[in-house]
């Protein structure tokens, strides 16, 4: 046991903090400062607006950016992460909170927290990297029309409908607008999206979302429109740290969707990363104290009222873009962020909402990459069909199902690929030392098959099934060397193939079997089978002689004479005296008339080579 738990000690410590970030963050700290700055400034209308979509309320929001955004910056696994709350997680938390209420998601938020710093010291982050691409793009898309909609409400100026189900939900605040319709509220939305949207391609430096703001606020409140309805009241600071909301019975109820949240905080926050590592030369994260960063924060957030956080691929963005090189830059961003709520808490609740939405639309909206898109789907047929099922999925059911179907079909079609790839081809006998009329011979009674590829549950029945319907022949050679993967599906069918064959009286020899696949049919009783003799073999014609020799005692060849090289003087003789024919083989008596009793020249070499008895050229059959 205390080897155990030195060993968790050890893994722990490898995910804390080091002297190298120490050394990051002193390199350029203006940079990292300004940048900070900026991040900040960009985040403070997405925290704000994540944080009411979520049903918590701007503050939950802002609790997170500052809280979870401090945490992951110092102990994750990125330099340049920007952590808080994101439209991802928003989408998944707002059927939590309809239906276990505020209380439900922040212990969400603190079990996923958990999980994570668990998968972090499992060392689960490397294996995030083989989610194929089409989900993550399919995801993308989906999510991008989730957040899109569910700011329809308050875009459209009209309170939020009951329902789960963004669709019906959208659906429903539509029908409300077209009955009493708010355009006050409708054009702060669609000009602040505007702004954004054609500000981020005019100058992309500029933080337009932050200005439309500022601009929707200030007319909102000089003309007094109350059809643009603010934020609200704010707490002036971040509420004491709290466990009150902690329900121990209600652990186990809430475990699934901890499950989903964990699962999706890890995904995004580890493809956020990877995306700021190819934005840049020289950075590399770590997977791990990447979830471990985000665990932590997790764990903390909803002590502050906050909801569950992730890696922000958009803040993150925005962060390399400005030049930060440390994870200063995230800490400072955070810091920002505390400052405001502490000093600006009564500026920021006139902020109207329909601000807010339209500033989450321009964000959709910018999530969506029509080249990456178009790309994916010209790509291969199986790609677009990933990529449109889990968008489909996303919108549809949420994004927890729309992964899982993601991954799945990917699974399947990639196992389809594979199994395409493997090859049962009948092959010809190695001709080796015998001779033409030998090797035709032998080619009557022996059939060699080669197996290509994996021989596992997807492709072994598909080509197997061919083997046991071999006819007209005494044995079957099975090559296997180009076997290169081999499941217990594989070894089984094959054996249930070779067990047919034995009760038709084919033997069936194998060659070239590998040591791992050997571990495998000796498994399931197959390896026995295909041995003769108790013997192996390793080569080709190693098994093309074991099968003569079973062909010679079953009586069905003639034995082999004991020197049948091409050099010996029993074949040069034959060959001199008896000659092949290419098509009617070893000519053993001459054309034309023979004198009784005379014998064939050279008659008594080929004797005395091959045979002390019999007729003249009998040595020679075979030879």
């Known amino acids: 046991m205390s080897t155990v738990f030195s060993h968790v000690r050890a893994r722990v410590a490898a995910l804390l903090p080091g002297r190298t970030d120490l050394t990051e963050v002193r390199r350029d700290p203006r ?57 991802a997680m928003t989408v998944v ?52 029309c989730v957040i899109g909609l569910q700011q329809v409400p308050n875009a459209l100026g009209v309170p939020k409908p009951e329902g789960d189900r963004v669709l019906v ?96 905080a890890a995904l995004e926050s580890l493809l956020s990363a990877s995306v700021a590592d190819g934005m840049t030369v020289g950075q590399q994260h770590d997977p791990d ?44 961003h955070a810091a920002v962020l505390a400052i405001i709520v502490f000093a600006a808490a009564p500026l920021v609740s006139k902020i109207p909402l329909a601000a807010l939405a339209g500033v989450l639309l321009a964000t959709a909206i910018r999530m969506v990459e029509v080249g990456s898109l178009k790309a994916m789907a010209k790509a291969t047929r199986s790609d677009a069909l990933i990529l449109a099922l889990t968008a489909l999925a996303t919108l549809a059911l949420d994004l927890v199902y729309a992964v899982i179907i993601g991954l799945v079909v990917a699974g399947g079609l990639a196992l389809r690929a594979v199994a395409k790839q493997a090859r049962f081809d009948q092959v010809p006998l190695d001709r080796g030392n015998h001779s033409v009329e030998e090797h035709a011979l032998l080619a009557e009674h022996i059939v060699a098959y080669r197996i290509d590829g994996p021989l596992f549950f997807a492709a ?12 007209d022949v005494r044995v079957v050679i099975l090559r296997m060397s180009r076997v290169s993967t081999m499941d217990a599906t594989g070894a089984l069918v094959l054996k249930d193939a070779v067990q047919k064959l034995h009760r038709r009286g084919i033997l069936v020899l194998a060659s070239g079997i590998r040591a791992g696949q050997r571990q495998v049919l000796d498994s399931v009783g197959a390896l026995e089978l295909l041995r003769h003799d108790s013997q192996e073999y390793a080569t080709t014609p190693d098994a093309i002689r074991a099968a003569r020799h079973h062909l010679e005692t079953a009586g069905v060849l003639p034995a082999l004479p004991p020197t049948s090289s091409p050099h010996s003087p029993a074949r040069k003789a034959c060959d001199e005296h008896f000659p092949l024919h290419p ?22 070499d080929v004797r005395a080579a091959g045979s002390d008895h019999g007729a003249p050229g009998e040595a020679c059959v075979g030879v």
């Open 169 to 264: 939900v959208t659906w429903r605040a539509v029908e409300e607008f077209a009955t009493s319709p708010n355009w006050t509220a409708l054009g702060f939305a669609v000009a602040v999206a505007v702004v954004m949207l054609v500000g981020a391609r005019w100058r992309p430096t500029v933080p337009f979302s932050i200005l439309a703001v500022i601009t929707a606020t200030v007319v909102a409140q000089s003309a007094r429109l109350d059809a643009a309805k603010p934020i609200g009241d704010l707490p002036s600071g971040l509420p004491l740290p709290s466990l009150s909301f902690l329900d121990l019975g209600s652990l186990g109820t809430l475990l699934a969707p901890a499950v989903a949240v964990a699962a999706l």
């Open 93 to 144: 938390l707002v059927p939590i909170v309809g239906e276990y209420g505020p209380t439900g998601v922040l212990t969400v938020g603190l079990m996923a927290g958990v999980l994570l710093v668990a998968l972090a010291v499992l060392r689960a982050g490397r294996y995030m990297r083989y989610i194929p691409a089409p989900v993550v793009e399919g995801f993308t898309l989906g999510i991008a």
């Open 289 to 332: 104290r990447e979830l471990f960063g985000q665990g932590l924060a997790n764990i903390a957030a909803p002590l502050f009222g906050g909801v569950p956080a992730t890696g922000a691929i958009a803040r993150t963005a925005v962060n390399v873009r400005t030049g930060a090189g440390s994870r200063l830059a995230s800490l400072t």
């Open 460 to 471: 072994a029945h598909r080509f197997l099934l061919e083997l046991t319907e071999v006819a």
């Open 31 to 87: 940079r990292d400062l300004l940048a900070g700055l900026t991040v900040a400034i960009v985040a403070l209308p997405l925290a704000l607006g994540f944080g009411v979509s979520s049903g918590l309320g701007a503050e939950a929001g802002l609790a997170t950016a500052v809280v979870a955004g401090a945490i992951a910056a110092v102990f994750g696994g990125s330099n340049l992460q920007v952590s808080g709350p994101t439209g």
């Open 583 to 604: 098509a009617r083989g070893r000519l053993l008596r001459r054309s034309g008339p023979m004198a009784a009793g005379a014998q064939h020249p050279g008659a008594a």
